[in-house]
Nanobody
Framework: QVQLVESGGGLVQPGGSLRLACAAS????????MMWYRQAPGKKREWVAT????????VLADSVKGRFTISRDNAKTTVYLQMNSLKPEDTAVYYC???????WGRGTQVTVAS
């Protein structure tokens, strides 16, 4: 079965950094585009970033462009989200998504606060 497990979340001060990871299994990871979404309390889940199967192309939401980077290591079947210059507005549960039977991870909490 498809399994996605996020890690790396936590509490960070504004301006700080975190690196999230999503470990994937149960499908051909190297043939699959991957995405990150996030959901803040009381808000709809929003798309954050997409990376193609080879990592040759990435797309970021305007709200995080210039601060976040999505990357992947196909040998490790893992996708990453490097989050720099974090703002309180980035506080949310971050989810990994694979377009294989609409598969979601359980999420990892990111809290940006002083």
């Amino acid at each position: 079965q498809v399994q996605l497990v996020e890690s790396g979340g936590g509490l960070v001060q504004p301006g700080g950094s975190l690196r999230l990871a999503c470990a994937a299994s149960g499908f051909t990871f190297s043939s699959t585009a991957m995405m990150w979404y996030r959901q803040a309390p009381g808000k709809k889940r929003e798309w954050v970033a997409t990376i193609t199967s080879t990592g040759g192309s990435t797309v970021l939401a305007d709200s995080v462009k210039g601060r976040f980077t999505i990357s992947r290591d196909n040998a490790k079947t893992t996708v990453y989200l490097q989050m720099n210059s974090l703002k309180p507005e980035d506080t949310a549960v971050y989810y990994c998504y694979a377009p294989i039977r609409a598969s979601w991870g359980r999420g990892t909490q990111v809290t940006v606060a002083s």
